[in-house]
């Protein structure tokens, strides 16, 4: 009885998978495959059957026993050239996964190469734009201030010229915070020396930074890319971690750059930041710069030990 049940399970199996394997020839290449492979289980069903008869009646399957040979053959020929099919589905899911993954790169590149495009066109209609016709005020004034006599109003137009001033300052910084000029025409070492002494001119947190790098040029998406990422991470520190110290280096790697970033602020339990606070601090923002670059971010802190980063980018 147990037999009988068990070639009876066993037939239900191979049915069962040859159903499951012509279902994937719908959905899958190499569909052949799959076909071989239904038809060898359903041989095997077949001898299941024939074992079956023979516990419940007088059915002698000796009698095609070259039979069952030829068709054992044929289920060995069918499961292997199936199976070696198999890998070449294997190989085409690969492929096709690769040029996910390359089409998601170019895609990424394309986005940062225009978000930067944006940030230059804007930090130009800045800066020869607006800053222009605030200069011709400023002139304006000054030359009402040689006319006018009396000192109320002369005071009053020296306010006014010290506001025109500052507002043209701070179109400077605007545009050049959108797009460092630096950056595009002396590359990325000398832009993150010249924003690095900014902040160390506050003297609000010191900022020790060493490079591998004197002039030496890259293509300019790793430079731009290298740059946003470190400026992002200093603006981190400066908004949350209360620090008082950032080392940043720049090393030579063969055919890659490696940056080590490290701050002796607060830290932070990385694992229990939520997506929408990773997002907030710019973390995915970085990842996705990074990973554009076919390179590694890689983010540390601990509680009271301060934060660490290391990123390496293939030149």
Same mark, same amino acid.
């Given at each position: 009885m147990l037999l009988q049940f068990a070639l009876v399970l066993a037939m239900l199996l191979q049915v069962f998978a040859a159903g499951v394997s012509i279902k994937l020839t719908r959905v899958?290449?190499?569909?052949?495959?799959?076909?071989?492979?239904?038809?060898?289980?359903?041989i095997m069903a077949i001898r299941m059957l024939v074992e079956f008869l023979t516990t419940i009646s007088d059915f002698a399957p000796q009698t095609f026993r070259e039979v069952f040979v030829w068709l054992g053959v044929a289920v060995s020929f069918f499961f292997a050239v199936g199976v070696f099919l198999i890998q070449k589905i294997f190989k085409y899911?690969?492929?096709?996964?690769?040029?996910?993954?390359d089409m998601e790169k170019t895609l990424l590149n394309a986005i940062i190469q225009a978000e930067e495009t944006e940030r230059k066109r804007f930090a130009k209609d800045l800066h020869d734009g607006l800053g222009p016709i605030l200069s011709t005020i400023k002139m304006s004034l000054s030359s009402l201030t040689r006319i006018e006599k009396d000192d109320q109003t002369k005071k009053i137009?020296?306010?006014?010229?010290?506001?025109?001033?500052?507002?043209?300052?701070?179109?400077?910084e605007i545009s050049n915070n959108l797009s460092?000029?630096?950056?595009? /025409?002396f590359g990325l070492n000398k832009a993150?020396? &010249?924003?690095?002494?900014?902040?160390?001119?506050?003297?609000?947190?010191?900022? =020790?930074?060493?490079?591998?790098?004197?002039?030496?040029?890259?293509?300019?998406?790793?430079?731009?890319?290298?740059?946003?990422?470190?400026?992002?991470?200093?603006?981190?520190?400066?908004?949350?971690?209360?620090?008082t110290l950032i080392s940043i280096s720049l090393e030579k790697s063969p055919g890659k750059i490696a940056c080590s970033y490290k701050d002796n602020g607060k830290g932070f339990d990385i694992n229990k930041l939520?997506?929408?606070?990773?997002?907030?601090?710019?973390?995915? /923002?970085?990842?996705t710069r990074i990973n554009?670059? &076919?390179?590694?971010?890689?983010?540390?802190?601990?509680?009271?030990?301060?934060? =660490?980063a290391s990123i390496i980018v293939p030149v």
């Open positions: 899958t290449k190499y569909n052949v495959s799959w076909m071989l492979i239904s038809a060898g289980f359903i899911m690969k492929k096709v996964e690769q040029e996910k993954r137009l020296r306010n006014t010229d010290m506001v025109i001033d500052e507002a043209i300052k701070s179109i400077r460092p000029h630096i950056l595009n /025409n993150m020396r &010249n924003f690095i002494n900014k902040i160390n001119y506050s003297d609000t947190i010191k900022i =020790k930074f060493s490079s591998a790098f004197e002039d030496e040029r890259f293509d300019s998406n790793t430079e731009v890319v290298l740059y946003r990422v470190l400026c992002e991470l200093i603006n981190n520190t400066i908004k949350h971690a209360e620090a939520s997506p929408t606070q990773h997002s907030g601090m710019g973390y995915s /923002n970085m990842v554009s670059l &076919n390179g590694s971010f890689n983010l540390t802190s601990e509680k009271e030990k301060g934060t =660490k």
